[in-house]
T-cell receptor, first 115, second 116 residues
């Protein structure tokens, strides 16, 4: 079975500063990786995904993530955050291959943007 | 595309009552997932269906929980009887096989259940 660890439950950062949200996964087989964002009282919105190919993945809202197989990490980054980025961010993993299995989520990281 | 539609958005019920949560997946998607979100346990996969057939229900916490998918456009998650510890946000998500991992899983807005 696979698992996801989000190392920080909460990350405060000043507006226009860069941010990195950390995610490590554990799996004995190949996986696909995702980052989702959840704004207050809303559902989960896909930010970006890694399936194969380039290890640097660009997503919506200026976010990007880098897949590092040797370190089993998939950290999320943004060079300059905005107040509107305040939300809960979830890293998720699923097995690669055909069909669709359920996602296994990390506990989430609350990104707090300070003016 | 209206996305994944869940109803109701909020549900408050008394302990012991039956609760039914509803989900309409995206048209053409052949996988449907039910998740539960709580502060203590985060997001947990409860059950998922492929072509209306339950594939894995190992995440269903107790026999009080049951889920059905009578057709490709509708699924229900039922709790009978409900207990205060069932209070959570329940999400439904849908996906398309093969492309499911290309486009990600699309989530509904969730149903916030409060059992008093």
């Amino acid at each position: 079975a696979q698992s996801v660890t989000q190392l920080d439950s909460q990350v405060p950062v000043f507006e226009e500063a860069p941010v990195e949200l950390r995610c490590n996964y554990s799996s004995s087989v190949s996986v696909y990786l995702f980052w989702y964002v959840q704004y207050p009282n809303q559902g989960l919105q896909l930010l970006l995904k890694y399936l194969s190919g380039s290890t640097l993945v660009k997503g919506i809202n200026g976010f990007e993530a880098e897949f590092n197989k040797s370190q089993t990490s998939f950290h999320l980054r943004k060079p300059s955050v905005h107040i509107s980025d305040t939300a809960e961010y979830f890293c998720a993993v699923t097995l690669s291959g055909g069909g669709a299995d359920g996602l296994t989520f990390g506990k989430g990281t609350h990104l707090i943007i300070q003016p | 595309d209206a996305g994944v539609i869940q109803s109701p958005r909020h549900e408050v019920t008394e302990m012991g009552q039956e609760v039914t949560l509803r989900c309409k997946p995206i048209s053409g998607h052949d996988y449907l997932f039910w998740y539960r979100q709580t502060m203590m346990r985060g997001l947990e996969l409860l059950i998922y269906f492929n072509n209306n057939v339950p594939i894995d229900d190992s995440g269903m916490p107790e026999d009080r929980f049951s889920a059905k998918m009578p057709n490709a456009s509708f699924s229900t998650l039922k709790i009978q009887p409900s207990e205060p510890r069932d209070s959570a946000v329940y999400f439904c998500a849908s996906s398309l096989a093969g492309q499911g991992r290309t486009y990600g899983y699309t989530f509904g807005s969730g149903t916030r259940l409060t059992v008093v």
